[in-house]
């Protein structure tokens, strides 16, 4: 069985490497269409063999399996793959989101057909997702590091990889500029463990316990700072509205759907596994980030209209969303709580998984309206539903997931995410007990305003009438794409009806972080009732809900029939109010959708509107244009005034130290030699 | 207090499928009366005679028998969505039981779900009042998004309290914990998370101040203007829809802090017979309560409906903290 398994593993790391190959051979040949097929296609056989070995290693004993350890020449730098419990979970949600995303990519890459080179895009795709793979299953902190680089410099090119759109090129610099800084804090805090234990090797748990106290408290805040902002936690959050966008469709879909979460796959594996959560502020600081993230992200994500942009205000929020579960599951292990920190590890786990799924799948979706309409901009659609009701269905399912509707994914993990929150307050903690609550109001506005936007985004776009010439005649897209969408579709909805299965696959990997068995106060098994979930004594089952649902409305349509006769329409205009005929300006628009929260929250957004009207008369202008802003708060009062001060200190510094002189510069040095000699003596 | 815990088949199992039949039967029946009691008291208020208790049931008939005229700008999302509100409305009452005198041992669902069920009818209601294309839906629905984003809070805060107080999250089981409490609204956190549900009742079931069910002037409606374009049997629809969602929310506000099963001593038919009338004079009175509110105040701005909702939260939160402070009865 772990022989398998080790070859399984074998198998997708040789297959994708096979892919990147193949692709590198491609880089010089006109027709690239084939290539891209190939590729592709290696990709969706290598994540198979990645997700069945995932979860057979999850079902095995073993606590680690090694894949292979390379020793090089230098010093610390050991090429060492293994994989345990944790690690397989996340290379099961990468492997699940590849082998969709690949499926796509076979029709939406083919619009880049002679415009781009497509062998290199597929090179960089495949490398990313290799990458990504080394972040999650490597051994020692150097690889991981080695990887993490790697990852981000390969994100980095894909982002600008439409590199003639300025945007692009500017997004990209931000997000290098953010993640060098982030990378700088891993580094810092690898550094200070290698001080206190003499080793990389990151598989061995709780190997925190020789750190003292201080110095394992600043590694928690500078893992929290580095992988916080790959994840994209406010304040940190900045780049990442810039760069999910500008990447092409399938990229965004693997940035905001996994690799943002190889972050929250650091935050367990650093502070969880091996530091070891000892205080409980560690975990009151996540929650608190997570609902800042949380609310924020969704409040931002409401006012933007750029399909893609608004995605990834989502991915701030749901990154939120795990924070809070994974803030109360270190409390609780703090405290000593395994079960409840079980639960809320649960909780935050499978919202991960969810996001991957859902937030994949909209990113997908944006894709393909980006591919049937060229926009991005909300405002410009319209009508889309009946041009394409596949994607439109898709797109209206991943709605409903990602605002924690029934019957969907979604709605699973938040429900596990209230039950920790609700789990987790105690007698006698007034303090914690105040941030559960705060949490639970956090959480319920997040989920009403994540609803809210999703009316907004799949109103607008799929239905009423279309807003621009393109939308209009806007076609369906390629199958393959459709196909990549629905399986993603199909397994979220999947986990929403039977939420036991993934969660029966959760409990060795919570087990194995030192979580309580949340799986066994779960129950099933009885017909009506199958898969039902029993937290703290709360029954839900989907499964009967959704019977429910589809009953009543059979009985509905039947007692209909009877009362009221056969179904006779008529097919008739939208009422113009009087004018003469409707058309797609008199619409509400995303714009005016959203601005009575805007309103509501103006204190948070700043709203600014510009008009200026055109024409002689005042009540009867020749044109009007209105403009409207939104104030990006952390950007306009924490980021500028920093660069602004920091540019100030180069100037003067510009003239001050770094004359031009020969003779100074050897001042330096020897200065500098001097201290290194002084602080060696007294060292 | 009876197990919750499904998994057995038998007399239990007899026990949900009656309490199943007999909850959407009370609900089905009684959710267009409260309509038309709210409206009767208002017209006795103002010495006007009114319509009859009864005149849903009419209307209800009338509108199944007539024609539907769907806009053609519109697609299936348009025709789908008042089967999908109706049926939502539906499941979400039959996981707020309307007497614990019969344990719903099969109920799939605790409040955190009713919250999500009522989310799906929402969602499918603001998405399909954009879909005719008209202003008026568009506006609805925007209004309805901010309404809704900012009461849910409060809501689930609300419903959280009381389920801490009894230490569960299902609805049964928290109405049968408050059974044996006395008064629950004489204790300070019930009567703090009691006085923010009713806000959120009134909010919830587009009442004045918050919307005005009975104009059509595009100042001041929501709810309506959701509607606006539909016709015939798809309009029935989500009227009823709309009158069973009232009556839940109505019945989650009596049946937790104005408990009633706890004076009938017995046990059987003759109980559950009871408990069913003692409940529907509850809901009379709840009626007349409503009724009394939107007569004696005005409809509100829509920027001040912020201000009633942050209220409420506030209440809710103030009975939270209260409850870790003091505790409940059963800590």
């Known amino acids: 069985m772990e022989l398998l398994l080790h070859h399984l593993y074998l198998v997708s790391i040789f297959g994708y490497l096979l892919g990147a190959v193949i692709s590198l051979g491609y880089l010089f040949v006109q027709k690239q269409n084939t290539g891209n097929m190939i590729v592709n296609a290696i990709c969706v056989v290598a994540s198979v063999a990645a997700a069945a070995a995932s979860i057979g290693k999850i079902f095995t004993e073993v606590e680690t399996l090694s894949i ?74 150097v690889f991981f590091y080695i990887s993490w680089e790697a990852m981000s410099l390969l994100s980095y090119f894909l982002v600008v990889f439409e590199s003639e759109k300025e945007e692009n ?41 020789a750190i003292p106290e201080m110095a394992r408290n600043i590694a928690f805040i500078l893992f929290l700072v580095g992988f916080g902002t790959k994840a994209g936690v406010i304040p940190l959050h900045i780049w990442l509205p810039y760069a999910h966008p500008a990447a092409p469709s399938n990229v965004s879909a693997l940035m905001s759907g996994i690799m943002i979460k190889t972050a929250i796959y650091g935050l367990i594996r650093f502070v969880l596994c091996y530091l070891g959560v000892q205080n ?36 701030v929020e749901n990154i939120g969303i795990i924070l809070i579960g994974l803030g109360v599951s270190y409390i609780a292990f703090a405290q000593n709580h395994l079960l409840i920190g079980g639960l809320a590890l649960s909780a935050a786990l499978l919202h991960t998984f969810n996001h991957t799924l859902f937030k994949g799948g909209l990113f997908l979706g944006a894709g393909a309206i980006q591919y049937a309409v060229h926009t991005k901009d909300i405002e410009k659609l319209g009508g889309l539903l009946k041009k394409m009701p596949v994607t439109g269905f898709m797109i209206l399912c991943f709605s409903l997931a990602i605002s924690a509707i029934v019957p969907f994914n979604g709605f699973i993990s938040e429900w596990l995410t209230y039950q920790s929150l609700f789990a ?181 957004f700043r709203p600014t509107r510009k008009i200026t009207t055109e024409g002689d008369s005042f009540y009867y202008p020749e044109s009007i244009e209105y403009a409207t802003t939104v104030a990006s708060i952390f950007e306009d009062y924490l980021y500028h005034p920093v660069i602004k001060r920091l540019q100030k200190f180069s100037q003067r510094t510009k003239y001050k130290i770094q004359t031009g002189s020969i003779h100074s510069y050897l001042i330096y040095i020897f200065a500098a030699v001097l201290l290194l000699m002084l602080y060696n003596r007294l060292a | 207090m009876k197990d919750c815990t499904p998994g057995r088949i038998g007399n239990e199992a007899m026990n949900s499928i009656a309490y199943i039949i007999i909850q959407l039967i009370v609900i089905l029946l009684a959710a267009p ?46 025709k789908a969505a008042p089967y999908i509100v109706f049926a939502t409305a539906l499941t979400a009452a039959l996981l707020v039981p309307v007497s614990t005198k019969i344990v719903p041992v099969l109920i799939p669902g605790d409040f955190i779900m009713l919250v999500s069920i009522l989310a799906l009818g929402r969602f499918f209601m603001m998405a399909a009042a954009l879909d005719t294309g008209s202003t008026f839906g568009g506006m609805g629905s925007s209004r309805e998004a901010m309404i809704s984003s900012l009461i849910e809070p409060s809501i689930l805060v609300t419903l959280f309290t009381v389920g801490l107080l009894s230490g569960s999250t299902s609805l049964p089981r928290i109405m049968q914990t408050v059974q044996v409490t006395g008064f629950p609204l004489a204790h300070p956190v019930y009567m703090m998370v009691g006085l923010a549900l009713l806000i959120i009742i009134i909010a919830e079931t587009s009442r004045i101040p918050v919307d005005d069910p009975s104009t059509h002037l595009e100042l001041t409606m929501v709810h309506e203007a959701m509607i606006l374009e539909y016709s015939g049997r798809h309009l029935a629809l989500l009227e009823y829809g709309a009158a069973v969602k009232q009556l839940v929310f109505i019945t989650l506000f009596v049946n937790l802090f104005i408990p009633h099963d706890q004076l009938i001593p017995f046990m059987g038919f003759g109980a559950v017979i009871l408990s069913l009338l003692l409940y529907l004079l509850k809901v009379v009175l709840m009626a007349v309560v409503i009724a009394l509110i939107e007569v004696n105040t005005v409809k509100f701005k829509l920027f001040s409906i912020p201000n009633l909702a942050a209220l409420s939260f506030i209440l809710a939160f103030l009975g939270i903290l209260q409850f870790f402070i003091l505790g409940g009865y059963h800590v």
């Open chain 2, 33 to 78: 009366l409260v309509g038309g009691l709210i409206k009767k008291v208002k017209a006795l208020t103002q010495k006007r005679k009114g319509a009859p208790v009864l005149q849903m049931y009419f209307d209800l008939y009338k509108l199944l028998q007539k024609t539907s005229v769907v806009s053609e700008v519109s697609s299936w999302i348009y």
């Open chain 1, 68 to 141: 292979f350890s390379l020793q090089s020449a230098i010093p610390f730098i050991t090429l060492e793959i293994s994989i345990d419990n944790l690690s397989a979970f996340f290379v099961l949600a990468l492997s699940i989101l590849v082998f969709c995303v690949s499926i796509y990519s076979i029709g939406y890459i083919s619009h880049y057909n002679g415009k781009r080179n497509i062998g290199l895009f597929n090179f960089l795709y495949v490398m990313f997702i290799i990458s990504m793979f080394f972040v999650l299953t490597s051994a020692n902190a």
């Open chain 1, 280 to 315: 409980t502020w560690w975990g009151i600081v996540i929650l608190v980030l997570g609902m800042l993230s949380a609310v924020l992200g969704v409040a931002y994500a409401l006012m933007e209209h750029n399909i893609k942009r608004l995605l990834a205000f989502h991915s």
């Open chain 1, 424 to 604: 987790n307050i105690l007698p006698g903690q007034f303090g914690l007990n105040f941030f559960s609550a705060v949490a639970v109001a956090a959480l319920a506005l997040t989920g009403a305003l994540a609803a809210a936007c999703f009316v907004k985004l799949f109103g607008i776009s799929f239905l009423g009438l279309p807003r621009s010439e393109q939308a209009a005649n806007a076609q369906e897209v390629p199958k393959t794409m459709n196909i990549g969408m629905g399986i993603l579709a199909l397994i979220c909805l999947g986990i929403g009806l039977f939420p036991l299965t993934i969660l029966k696959l959760l409990d060795p990997v919570v087990g194995s972080l030192g979580g309580g068995s949340v799986f066994s106060q779960l129950q099933g098994g009885f017909m009506l009732v199958y898969y039902p979930l029993t937290v703290s004594p709360g029954i839900i089952s989907p499964v009967a809900l959704v019977l429910a649902l589809a009953g009543i409305i059979l009985f509905t349509l039947l007692v209909i029939r009877i009362v009221g006769g056969k179904y006779i329409e008529q097919k008739y205009g939208t009422w113009d109010c009087g004018f003469e005929a409707l058309n797609a300006r008199m619409q509400y628009s995303a714009t005016g959708f959203s601005k009575p929260i805007k309103i509501v929250f103006r204190i948070l």
């Open chain 1, 169 to 209: 090129q500017q997004a990209g610099t931000l997000y290098i500029v953010m993640t060098h800084l982030a990378t700088a804090c891993l580094l810092i805090g690898f550094m200070i463990i290698y001080h206190y234990t003499h080793s990389f090797d990151l598989t061995i748990a709780q190997n925190g316990a």
